[in-house]
T-cell receptor
Framework: DAKTTQPNSMESNEEEPVHLPCNHS???????IHWYRQLPSQGPEYVIH???SNVNNRMASLAIAEDRKSSTLILHRATLRDAAVYYC????????????FGQGTTLQVKP | GAVVSQHPSRVICKSGTSVKIECRSL??????MFWYRQFPKQSLMLMAT?????????EQGVEKDKFLINHASLTLSTLTVTSAHPEDSSFYIC????????????FGQGTRLTVV
């Protein structure tokens, strides 16, 4: 499975934008880039996913590098409720579609 | 968004007994479900992939006779931890998707298992 590399932790101030980076230099042409987040004692929650083009939804934006070897999750205005572990995952392009989680980035949001 | 429900959310059992955890997709048909385990301060570890009507595929190092998975319908998968021991205490999470590989996955809220 293609691997991703993320910083262990990041801090942000409330109401400021947050850019969470992810490196995936071994990505294959058919791998989708997925982002999930997990709040304490909860199951992960879907945030966003994309293939080649940048993507926006109500939660976040995903900026994908032209060579697809890296991507950035952008939270436009961090709130305290955005404090979580954020996982960048390459979706297995085989038929199973399983998600293999790395260590993720723990985001702290300061008031 | 789609909802995946796990039951129970917390369970305490005695060492040597078996525990069943249910995972249901409430508003879509889940052809594939995944079971994960998460120890404190660690990431999720995939245990197995189950497809409706067929045997589960277990990840390397996961004992299939200890962690029994049944996916008898398109909306229900169960994980049974047999002969549980304290080291099986963990947070168990299921995930489900519909037939499309590259849509988002939906996760249950997790089951906290404590074996005493």
């Amino acid at each position: 499975d293609a691997k991703t590399t993320q910083p262990n932790s990041m801090e942000s101030n409330e109401e400021e934008p947050v850019h969470l980076p992810c490196n995936h230099s071994t990505i294959s042409g058919t791998d989708y880039i997925h982002w999930y987040r997990q709040l304490p004692s909860q199951g992960p929650e879907y945030v966003i996913h994309g293939l080649t083009s940048n993507v926006n939804n109500r939660m976040a934006s995903l900026a994908i590098a032209e060579d697809r070897k890296s991507s950035t999750l952008i939270l436009h205005r961090a709130t305290l409720r955005d404090a979580a572990v954020y996982y960048c995952i390459l979706r297995d392009s085989s038929n199973t579609g399983k998600l293999i989680f790395g260590q993720g980035t723990t985001l702290q949001v300061k008031p | 968004g789609a909802v995946v429900s796990q039951h129970p959310s917390r369970v305490i059992c005695k060492s040597g007994t078996s525990v069943k955890i249910e995972c249901r997709s409430l508003d879509f048909q889940a052809t594939t479900m995944f079971w994960y385990r998460q120890f404190p301060k660690q990431s999720l570890m995939l245990m197995a992939t189950s497809n409706e009507g067929s045997k589960a595929t277990y990840e390397q190092g996961v004992e299939k006779d200890k962690f029994l998975i049944n996916h008898a319908s398109l909306t229900l998968s169960t994980l049974t931890v047999t002969s549980a021991h304290p080291e099986d205490s963990s947070f168990y999470i299921c995930s489900a998707r519909d037939g499309t590989v590259n849509t988002e996955a939906f996760f249950g809220q997790g089951t906290r298992l404590t074996v005493v």
